[in-house]
């Protein structure tokens, strides 16, 4: 028999090389997260569930801090922190910063012989808005002749925009203003028969074009003033006396930086003169006329004095120096040594408002 042909068995097939792409796909599939797992690790079931729980902007927000990473809701905390500061600031502001707008207790309407510190009239810097008018009341009391003057500081005033009545007379209209309008104070005497004694009198600051108008304005530290007349002297004695007053005042006022007082003592004299001569009777000689000039020109300057001396004080206190400024509020006394100076109650007011 024919030998039997022996054939070599198969070689195995030779062993493949892993290579080092498929290594990292399998790390890869390793390590990812199961289908239907987000990254943030909440599943879809997860996320379904709080979408259910709470719909709509909340759910969204749950979302995001759940999914979030510490950085994130670190970043979300001092945000939110600083939000809130900020709230709390703001509070803060409307409460206590803007207090000084804040309308406390009821509008004023008595005058007295005190300057009342709040405004009035349109605008944003006005204490008690009144577009219209502002009306007040004064009783009228005296057993003698007497004179009363309405004093008053006004501002944002145009030509004949402003009209003062008393009793519904009208009797004067206020000033247009001026360069000096925030500084300068203003009087008005009232003529005595439109006054009713022992009872109260009305007087108003109309407003001839609030409505239809809106136009600003406003008036501050009005107060009255009664000014009694001399009696039982006769006509030339009351111009004797009263050129004595006029020729002393003129010697004060021409030499105003010799003495502080000397600028409130010439306003005084050239006072004294013509409410000497307000008890002459008609027709008014010139020096009545000429003593009211006068007296007008010397308050204009004690007007710029007082407010040459708040500005020292505040720009002491602004920087600190507050003995400074305590000093210069006592120094105010020399230049107004009485209260018929608005200017006295205006140092006081800044004394009290400063802590000095």
Same mark, same amino acid.
């Given at each position: 028999?024919?030998?039997?042909?022996?054939?070599?068995?198969?070689?195995?097939?030779?062993?493949?090389?892993?290579?080092?792409?498929?290594?990292?796909?399998?790390?890869?599939?390793?390590?990812?997260?199961?289908?239907?797992?987000?990254?943030?690790?909440?599943?879809?079931?997860?996320?379904?569930? +709080?979408?259910?729980?709470?719909?709509?902007?909340?759910?969204?927000?749950?979302?995001?801090?759940?999914?979030?990473?510490?950085?994130?809701?670190?970043?979300?905390?001092?945000?939110?922190?600083?939000?809130?500061?900020?709230?709390?600031?703001?509070?803060?502001?409307?409460?206590?910063?803007?207090?000084?707008?804040?309308?406390?207790?009821?509008?004023?309407? #008595?005058?007295?012989?005190?300057?009342?510190?709040?405004?009035?009239?349109?605008?944003?810097?006005?204490?008690?808005? #009144?577009?219209?008018?502002?009306?007040?009341?004064?009783?009228?009391?005296?057993?003698?002749?007497?004179?009363? +003057?309405?004093?008053?500081?006004?501002?944002?005033?145009?030509?004949?925009? +402003?009209?003062?009545?008393?009793?519904?007379?009208?009797?004067?209209?206020?000033?247009?203003?001026?360069?000096?309008?925030? $500084?300068?104070?203003?009087?008005?005497?009232?003529?005595?028969?439109?006054?009713?004694?022992?009872?109260?009198?009305? +007087?108003?600051?109309?407003?001839?074009?609030?409505?239809?108008?809106?136009?600003?304005?406003?008036?501050?530290?009005?107060?009255?003033?009664?000014?009694?007349?001399?009696?039982?002297?006769?006509?030339?004695?009351?111009?004797?006396?009263?050129?004595?007053?006029?020729?002393?005042?003129?010697?004060?006022?021409?030499?105003?930086?010799?003495?502080?007082?000397?600028?409130?003592?010439?306003?005084?004299?050239?006072?004294?003169?013509?409410? %000497?001569?307000?008890?002459?009777?008609?027709?008014?000689?010139?020096?009545?006329?000429?003593?009211?000039?006068?007296?007008?020109?010397?308050?204009?300057?004690?007007?710029?004095?007082?407010?040459?001396?708040?500005? $020292?004080?505040?720009?002491?206190?602004?920087?600190?120096?507050?003995?400074?400024?305590?000093?210069?509020?006592?120094? %105010?006394?020399?230049?107004?040594?009485?209260?018929?100076?608005?200017?006295?109650?205006?140092?006081?007011?800044?004394?009290?408002?400063?802590?000095?």
């Amino acid at each position: 028999a024919p030998a039997a042909i022996e054939r070599p068995a198969p070689a195995p097939p030779p062993a493949r090389r892993s290579t080092g792409s498929q290594s990292s796909r399998a790390v890869a599939r390793s390590s990812s997260p199961r289908a239907g797992t987000s990254a943030g690790g909440l599943s879809a079931a997860d996320r379904a569930r +709080i979408r259910r729980e709470t719909p709509g902007l909340m759910a969204n927000l749950r979302l995001f801090w759940a999914e979030a990473n510490s950085k994130v809701r670190a970043g979300v905390m001092a945000g939110g922190g600083v939000v809130v500061l900020g709230l709390f600031g703001l509070l803060y502001w409307l409460v206590l910063g803007g207090g000084e707008k804040v309308q406390k207790g009821e509008e004023p309407v #008595r005058l007295t012989n005190q300057p009342i510190n709040d405004s009035f009239g349109l605008g944003d810097d006005v204490t008690w808005n #009144r577009p219209d008018m502002k009306v007040f009341e004064w009783e009228f009391i005296a057993a003698t002749r007497a004179v009363v +003057i309405l004093h008053y500081q006004a501002q944002g005033i145009s030509k004949d925009e +402003i009209v003062v009545s008393v009793n519904g007379v009208d009797v004067g209209k206020v000033p247009p203003d001026t360069l000096a309008s925030q $500084e300068r104070s203003l009087e008005l005497m009232i003529p005595p028969q439109q006054l009713r004694k022992g009872e109260p009198n009305r +007087i108003i600051f109309d407003n001839t074009r609030n409505p239809p108008g809106e136009d600003p304005w406003r008036i501050w530290n009005v107060w009255v003033e009664r000014a009694l007349l001399p009696e039982d002297l006769s006509t030339q004695q009351l111009l004797q006396q009263a050129g004595e007053s006029f020729k002393k005042g003129r010697k004060n006022f021409e030499t105003p930086d010799i003495g502080a007082r000397n600028r409130y003592e010439a306003w005084k004299s050239f006072r004294e003169a013509w409410l %000497m001569l307000e008890a002459h009777p008609d027709p008014k000689p010139d020096l009545y006329f000429e003593a009211q000039e006068r007296m007008r020109t010397a308050q204009q300057e004690l007007d710029r004095t007082c407010s040459k001396l708040l500005l $020292e004080v505040e720009g002491y206190y602004n920087q600190g120096h507050y003995k400074k400024a305590a000093l210069t509020l006592d120094h %105010m006394r020399d230049y107004f040594p009485e209260y018929d100076q608005p200017c006295a109650t205006r140092a006081e007011n800044k004394r009290a408002e400063y802590g000095l």
